[in-house]
């Protein structure tokens, strides 16, 4: 058995399990999304220069400056989702629908009776951030390899052994009592249900997967995630002299995000272990089912400025400060497997990890930094015209220890062996985000037209880039995933077309949004298998499209 010994390993990097996170997780916990009263989603969301209306707390603070009066007001949100997987060809479409609330809260003025400093505004929302809601499902019709391949081509570069995997009898490979090895659980599920076998010395095997010469076959994946993030935002704010508006904002965010992650192989002619005396053709149907869920709180600080040098012309700037995360997650697996009735030593139709009790972790998260910039022309009292220029670094994003304690090994560390630091768990997935990701550029224009005194109409358009760089989309290097699961989705670019309208009567207001999301992703069923990395994974072009109906109602008085 294989000893690491930490408290000799004082210089250098060490070799251990690595972290139950990967920078796939950082993105989705970090990844931009539209959301907000109708007023801002039917002008895409351009309002940094603008301010006046509830969901500019959360983006430039400065808005609550421009308020005169009290306001109260709520928005809700039908968000209609249709998802399209294209696998070469072979085209799957699922649908979703959930009704949401976007965003409740008030703004207070305070009248100063002084020139200079006019008002002061204390404000309070609760605002959706982000809704994770999607599912997405496909097929691929022919195989070119197989996901055990994949585990056993990990699992060899791991150097595990029989032993190393074996569940049975007093020794526990998840928690090893003697300080031992853990293996990865991805290993131990496959070597349980018979998805990769040993070939040559047990003590150094080479591992085999089910694919080989001969073999074909077909799968499928399905997945469903569902969660939010909830943000809740205390504002004060204010102006100096009409023309220089200020504000400033803390926020206190709630994440909530699940997954259900199904992966399914039937092959036909495939190599299963004959029990140690050779490889034996077999059927092989199985399939891979990960259950995930992370939760946690955190908080951010975000200060802004909107300038009005002249009475058509508005210029706003605003500075969000990461997300400051405290998550705990919890996750399992199980497999199921048929193989043909032929096979008698082959026992059981599935597997768990940990008999079934799920692993748990707990850890702190950063998101990047965000800088707009905004500027806004708005003619007489009937049009408006506005545009935000949106910087965010993803490749910032960073994990790190709930305390300083030292690392310790558990059953909770499922993910492959990553050569790192001492005392740093999250040192090899904080160098993945930077391979993986970069720096996003978000443009949104928006326009409303006040044809009467009481009735407007609005348009815009946000577009955002991909923040996945090109090498990492095109399989140009080794993706590392989280736990049991080595699928993943890359976005690429975002594109929304808003449009709504808008009816004031004496104080009270209310107003109607459809917003169009298309984003473009890509899902990987698992990189490129380390024994055969010419060999692509499956893979398959997402189309995902959301259609939201938003309708706000509120009063200023």
Not at 123 to 144: D, E, I, M, Q, V
Not at 179 to 196: E, N
Not at 203 to 214: C, M, Q, R, T, Y
Request: charged share 15%; hydrophobic share 35%; aromatic share 14%.
């Amino acid at each position: 058995m294989r000893k690491l010994l930490i408290s000799t390993c004082i210089i250098g990097g060490v070799a251990i399990s690595g972290s139950a996170q990967s920078a796939i997780d950082a993105f989705r916990f970090a990844a931009p999304d539209m959301k907000g009263t109708a007023r801002f989603m039917s002008m895409g969301g351009a309002f940094g220069a603008l301010g006046g209306d509830l969901t500019t707390l959360s983006q430039n603070p400065a808005g609550i400056g421009v308020y005169r009066s009290h306001e109260i007001g709520f928005t809700l949100n039908l968000d209609c989702q249709q998802s399209t997987s294209d696998a070469f060809g072979f085209k799957t479409t699922a649908n979703q629908t959930k009704f949401l609330l976007n965003n409740i809260g008030g703004v207070a003025t305070i009248r100063l009776n002084n020139r200079t400093f006019p008002n002061l505004n204390i404000g309070f929302t609760y605002n959706k951030a982000a809704s994770f809601n999607r599912r997405y499902k496909g097929g691929f019709g022919s195989l070119s390899n197989s996901m055990s391949n994949y585990i056993a081509g990990m699992t060899t570069a791991e150097g595990a052994t029989v032993a190393d995997l074996s569940t049975t009898g007093s020794y526990n490979p998840y928690n090893p009592t003697d300080g031992g090895y853990s293996a990865p659980w991805l290993s131990i599920l496959g070597f349980d249900s018979y998805l990769i076998s040993p070939s040559g010395n047990p003590d150094a095997p080479v591992w085999k997967g089910l694919w080989g010469n001969g073999t074909a076959g077909t799968a499928g994946f399905d997945v469903e995630e569902k969660g939010h993030i909830d943000e809740y935002n205390i504002s004060l704010g204010g102006n100096i002299a009409n023309v220089v508006y200020w504000g400033m904002d803390f926020g206190i965010v709630d994440l909530d995000y699940s997954q259900n992650a199904l992966w399914a192989e039937r092959l036909d002619n495939a190599f299963v272990d004959d029990n140690n005396q050779g490889f034996a053709r077999s059927r092989a149907d199985w399939s891979l089912t990960n259950l995930y869920h992370a939760s946690g709180n955190g908080f951010n600080y975000k200060l802004g400025v909107i300038v009005k040098p002249i009475q058509e012309l508005r210029l706003g700037l605003a500075f969000h400060t990461p997300t400051w995360y405290s998550i705990d997650e919890t996750y399992m697996a199980t497999t199921s497997y048929a193989y043909d009735p032929s096979l008698s030593h082959i026992r059981g139709t599935g597997a768990q990890t940990n008999k079934g009790t799920p692993g748990s972790y707990s850890y702190n998260f950063r998101t990047p930094w965000k800088v707009i910039a905004s500027v806004a022309g708005v003619i007489g009292s009937k049009f408006i015209i506005s545009a935000d220029y949106e910087w965010a670094a993803y490749n910032k994003m960073k994990f790190s220890q709930i305390d300083n304690d030292d690392y310790y090994y558990s059953y909770y560390d499922y993910a492959p062996t990553r050569s790192i630091p001492l005392n740093d768990p999250y040192y090899a997935t904080n160098e993945d985000i930077k391979s993986y990701y970069q720096t996003t550029h978000t443009l949104r224009v928006g326009a409303e037209y006040r044809i009467t005194p009481q009735f407007s109409v609005r348009a815009g358009y946000s577009f955002v880039s991909s923040p996945v760089r090109p090498k990492a989309r095109d399989n140009g290097q080794e993706i590392y995933t989280s736990g049991t699961n080595p699928s993943y989705t890359f976005d690429n670019t975002a594109n929304y077309v808003t449009c709504g309208l808008g009816y004031r009567v004496k104080k009270f207001y209310i107003d109607l949004a459809y917003v169009y999301k298309h984003l473009s992703s890509e899902y990987h069923a698992y990189t490129s298998d380390p024994a055969t990395p010419s060999v692509p994974s499956p893979n398959s072009k997402l189309s995902l499209n959301n259609s939201q109906i938003v309708l706000s109602a509120g009063i200023r008085f």
